[in-house]
């Protein structure tokens, strides 16, 4: 068929664009009518304007109009793509979809090409080989060079600015979360033995922590530019799928001593979240959706609001050992809120938070989110499946909720995410 393309906000067809552009090959599991309408994801929206419109325009031919790719200057999701950021102080602030990153005291900065070609170059190479451990390392490398750059004082950084929210940096996580579960899978094929278990388990770890890492970096850039919510949804759900396997993995089984307790995992339908309701209204969301369809837009900032604070009292008892042994991850304070980068108050005091939080070696955390040896290794891992699991049911909830707004509750990725939660619950 030939694509028709518009080029313009749905409510303004009027002063849309209009153009026919290459002729495209739809692969569909159902019958396609004549005329009937397909939806296609012309690019990748995590890219920055300029790549956006470069790929459109010798793609399609598609000349975009949209409030994002039309403001001048370009919106802060942009200029944090591009790692043209640079907090001032600890200031919460606050966004709004069409602001430039001018009115939010953010200073351009020259990104640094060679780190960024590096970085692409890793990437293009897995993409292109499919060796696993070789573009870990390759991969995390990098990414911690740059970050330890950004960390310095400005008059003592080099022009490295690929911070986490950068572009290539989200297409790094989404490579690593990856690479290190086939990694983990191709390791459980050849070994059977304890150890190699053990190793396996441990990338298992690292790769959802990534996954966790990528969902919140998305979330973050989601908030002022909602046009990112079907990316979310699926990051959301993504990483929810991947807390609920490595809370429900055997392998637990072998990190505690023989004769110790080791009780079963609570289940979602008796599990109640102390710090809010969000849990049963996301639940009833997706049972009965019909109560989307009459939310507006406060009732959505409220539940998205409320998600956000609940799982970041959940992360402290969780990141730590998520990140545990590992050179990059290790200097990621937060993989939700992205306050605490470039800024001054960054070096000392969260650095040695940090190092307190990721010994968990020879310690768990408390409910309070302090470091505490005071129960035995049985509990301990009892209690970190069951906070892996309480995160996990928050993330598929809240993912499947944002893919109810972009698809509808018939969707297949909203029946993939309740599927999850309730054989979660069946296995548990």
Not at 328 to 336: A, G, T
Not at 372 to 381: D, K, P, Q
């Amino acid at each position: 068929m030939h694509l028709k393309t518009w080029a313009c906000e749905e409510s303004k067809l009027d002063n849309g664009l209009c153009g026919y552009g290459p002729r495209i090959i739809v692969r569909s599991i159902k019958a396609i009518k004549k005329g009937e309408e397909v939806c296609v994801t012309y690019t990748d929206l995590l890219q920055p304007k300029d790549m956006r419109h470069s790929e459109l325009w010798e793609t399609y031919r598609f000349i975009c109009k949209c409030s994002r790719c039309s403001v001048f200057p370009q919106t802060y999701v942009d200029c944090v793509l591009l790692g043209h950021v640079a907090l001032k102080g600890n200031a919460t602030i606050t966004f709004n979809v069409t602001d430039s990153f001018s009115n939010h005291g953010f200073i351009e900065e020259e990104t640094c090409k060679d780190s960024a070609h590096c970085l692409g170059e890793a990437i293009d190479e897995y993409l292109s080989i499919g060796d696993p451990e070789t573009s870990c390392q390759k991969l995390e490398n990098i990414l911690s060079e740059c970050l330890q750059d950004d960390r310095l004082k400005p008059q003592e950084r080099p022009s490295s600015n690929l911070q986490p929210l950068h572009h290539l940096s989200l297409n790094a996580y989404i490579i690593l979360a990856s690479a290190y579960k086939i990694r983990a899978i191709n390791l459980l094929a050849i070994h059977s033995e304890v150890d190699y278990k053990l190793e396996a388990f441990n990338m298992h770890r690292t790769s959802t922590a990534y996954s966790l890492l990528l969902a919140g970096a998305v979330h973050h850039l989601f908030v002022p530019e909602t046009s990112l919510i079907v990316p979310a949804a699926n990051f959301w759900i993504s990483v929810g799928e991947s807390l609920l396997s490595l809370s429900r993995s055997l392998t637990w089984n072998l990190t505690v001593e023989q004769g110790k307790p080791h009780s079963n995992l609570i289940s979602l339908s008796s599990y109640g979240c102390g710090r809010c309701s969000l849990m049963d209204k996301l639940e009833a969301n997706l049972i009965c959706p019909k109560a989307n369809s009459i939310l507006g837009q406060d009732a959505f900032n409220e539940i998205s609001k409320k998600f956000l604070d609940c799982i970041s009292m959940i992360l402290p008892e969780v990141w730590p050992s998520l990140i545990s042994g590992h050179n990059y991850l290790k200097d990621i304070c937060d993989p939700v809120d992205f306050r605490w980068l470039r800024t001054e108050a960054f070096s000392s005091e969260h650095s040695q938070l940090h190092v307190d939080c990721t010994d968990v070696g020879s310690s768990c955390i408390d409910g309070k989110g302090c470091v505490s040896c005071a129960c035995e290794a049985g509990r301990c891992t009892n209690r970190e499946r069951t906070t892996l699991f309480q995160l996990g049911s928050h993330c598929l909830l809240y993912g499947g909720y944002l893919s109810t707004i972009c698809y509808g509750c018939c969707s297949l990725l909203t029946s993939y995410s309740k599927n999850l939660l309730y054989n979660a619950e069946k296995c548990s």
